[in-house]
């Protein structure tokens, strides 16, 4: 049996019988995205030319 490690709790489990993968249960699945909506975790990405003309109007 190969289990994994949540990466919201920690706890390990069985990904065979995880209906929440790659988490261990449904909560941990809702606590994620929690997070990704309230803008607690987020993508890097290059500044837009946007962007940097904000940064040479404020200078």
């Known amino acids: ?7 919201i709790c920690g706890n ?3 990904p065979q019988k995880s209906s929440a993968m790659p988490f261990c ?3 941990c699945k809702q606590i994620d995205l929690g997070r990704w909506l309230n803008e607690d975790y987020g993508v ?11 940064d040479l109007e404020a200078e």
């Open 12 to 14: 390990q489990f069985d």
């Open 25 to 27: 249960s449904a909560r």
């Open 44 to 54: 890097p990405a290059p500044p837009s030319e946007e962007d940097l003309e904000e």
């Open 1 to 7: 049996m190969t289990t994994m490690r949540c990466a």
